[in-house]
């Protein structure tokens, strides 16, 4: 198990005992240049989450309403877009990967029922589940854009 924080590892071995005796380390956050070859190299061994048809703008970690600011600036704009019939916007496609911490198949979504507020669920998709490490590193390679909105209003690109 790789976390960014030790306190990762301790809630989770708290929360489900079940891996209290799996190996983990803590890696925090940053690019580690073998571990972004490994990924591509293996990007095959690994279910494909993007569609090569759209424009796949990804963005993975946990979710939640502390978000739903930011993300609804970028679903205002994306369905002013889409009301303008703009081609280019119905080609985006935004994935959320990874937004619960419950127990894979238990989570609940938090993106898109704001994208249903805002009726652009054909250009969202929320996946809650994990994904590993290296699952995630491929998967960012695979994208066309990154996306990183903060929980208090912020939003990087």
Do not use: W
């Amino acid at each position: 198990m790789i976390c960014v924080s030790d306190g990762y590892i301790d809630d989770l071995k708290s929360r489900y005992p079940t891996i209290k005796n799996i190996p983990a380390v803590t890696i925090s956050f940053g690019a580690f240049k073998p571990d972004l070859q490994i990924a591509a190299i293996t990007k095959n061994l690994f279910k494909p989450l993007l569609d090569p048809a759209f424009k796949n703008i990804v963005y993975v970690g946990r979710g939640g309403a502390d978000m739903h600011p930011t993300l609804g600036v970028i679903f205002k704009a994306l369905k002013n877009n889409l009301n303008n019939d703009l081609q280019s916007s119905k080609n985006i496609r935004l994935h959320f990967i990874g937004t619960s911490y419950a127990p894979a198949g238990q989570g609940k979504p938090t993106i898109l029922p704001l994208a249903q507020e805002f009726g652009v669920t054909e250009n969202v998709i929320e996946l809650t589940d994990r994904i590993s490490y290296y699952h995630t590193l491929a998967t960012l390679q695979q994208a066309d854009a990154l996306l990183m909105p903060g929980a208090d209003g912020t939003l990087i690109c």
